[in-house]
């Protein structure tokens, strides 16, 4: 039976062995490594969206949450009446153009020129005397969102950031390997077919993206985590090139040397 999952981490975490095997897998082998890598980069993330406990008004309603202003909440003060307890009930609306906001003493809905909505119920009896600026209406309006919405609004964050890093990664891969494709045309160096710069580029990738896994679980923010991504790979890259020089005959003697 052919491990090639365990055949790609041997390969991936040596200098040496990274470089000179560089023809063992095969096209879907090669798409499944990729989309594990994809998925250690996205672990730590995945749990730190499953803990979410804020999100930001504005990337999910930008046009009618602009509506949440001064004004809005002069008329909604009016409508309370100045007391301390809340109405029994009253319903506050405003539109710009085709994007609204509509509030009642029971839910409150934005709605956007697009078709995009931000919609749901008050979990808790509000006290509307004490909502006198915008950004404290547009937190409760957040926090009663995100409680109903949790589980769609960690899979939204979750698929925009898998894109993010599957697109990171096959940039980088495919960035890699013709620049490796590109030494062909040298005599110094050993790779000659395309098929080969990408098993090399592959096999550079395990490394770099194992610690930067690591690196997320500690810093929980995906910039970081890709940042720190992108310099490991370059380390991997000079540290296979210090032991290799990219040419087979260099590498087998200072492993021969080595031995």
């Not at 491990?3 to 390969?11: E, G, K, P, T």
């Not at 309603?61 to 100045?82: F, R, V």
Request: with cysteine; net charge positive; aromatic share 12%.
């Amino acid at each position: 039976m052919n491990h090639f999952h365990l055949n790609y981490v041997s390969a991936a975490c040596s200098p040496f062995k990274s470089f000179l095997k560089r023809d063992y897998l095969k096209g879907w082998q090669v798409a499944i490594i990729l989309l594990v890598l994809n998925a250690m980069m996205l672990f730590p993330l995945s749990l730190q969206i499953g803990q979410l406990k804020y999100v930001n008004l504005e990337d999910y309603a930008p046009q009618s949450s602009q509506l949440i202003d001064g004004q809005l909440i002069n008329e909604l003060q009016k409508q309370t009446n100045e007391t301390t307890t809340a109405p029994t009930a009253f319903e506050l609306t405003r539109e710009k153009g085709k994007a609204n906001i509509r509030l009642t003493d029971q839910s409150f809905e934005l709605s956007e020129s697009k078709g995009g909505k931000v919609a749901g119920k008050w979990l808790n009896p509000v006290d509307w005397t004490t909502i006198n600026q915008p950004q404290q209406l547009k937190q409760l309006v957040t926090e009663n969102w995100l409680a109903q919405n949790r589980i769609p609004i960690a899979l939204s964050l979750l698929m925009n950031i898998s894109i993010l890093t599957g697109v990171s990664l096959l940039l980088v891969w495919l960035g890699t390997t013709v620049f490796l494709y590109l030494t062909k045309f040298s005599k110094m160096f050993s790779i000659t077919t395309w098929r080969e710069a990408w098993h090399v580029s592959l096999n550079w990738l395990f490394l770099p993206t194992a610690f930067a896994m690591i690196i997320g679980f500690i810093t929980k923010n995906p910039g970081s985590m890709l940042t720190f991504h992108g310099f490991l790979y370059v380390g991997m890259i000079l540290w296979s090139y210090w032991k290799t020089h990219l040419n087979d005959a260099y590498a087998k003697r200072v492993m021969n040397q080595m031995d």
